[in-house]
């Protein structure tokens, strides 16, 4: 079973940044962030394998968000800059045999962190 927690949400204006941290207790998983804005379906965010030579990002944040992972440290972080009022959501890390869009590819799933952004 493996337990993953983000931290790192919180309110930011918009233009600012913010640093998710994803932390895995185990296993040696492709991670993927998703988020899911008020009243609306989660949405993929950003994929990593993992050996971290595979980046994959939705449209809307490619070039303004970026994945990376540190394995002896069993965290993955993802870098948002140039927030937007329309980033603003719960952001959900999650772990994948192999790297992928579809939400339903990931097994495990942390409980979230709130990213709010003002105009």
């Known amino acids: 079973q493996v337990q993953l927690v983000e931290s790192g949400g919180g309110l930011v204006q918009a233009g600012g940044s913010l640093r998710l941290s994803c932390g895995r207790t185990s296993g040696s998983h492709a991670m993927g962030w998703f988020r899911q804005p008020p009243g609306k379906d989660r949405e993929f965010v950003a994929t990593?394998?993992?050996?971290?030579?595979?980046?994959y990002y939705a449209d809307s944040v490619k070039g303004r968000f970026t994945i990376s992972r540190d394995n002896a440290k069993n965290t993955v972080y993802l870098q948002m800059n140039s927030l937007k009022p329309e980033d603003t959501a719960v952001y959900y890390c999650a772990a994948s045999p192999y790297p992928h869009q579809r939400s339903y590819e990931y097994n495990y799933w942390g409980q979230g962190t709130q990213v709010t952004v003002s105009s």
């Open positions: 990593i394998s993992w050996d971290g030579t595979y980046t």
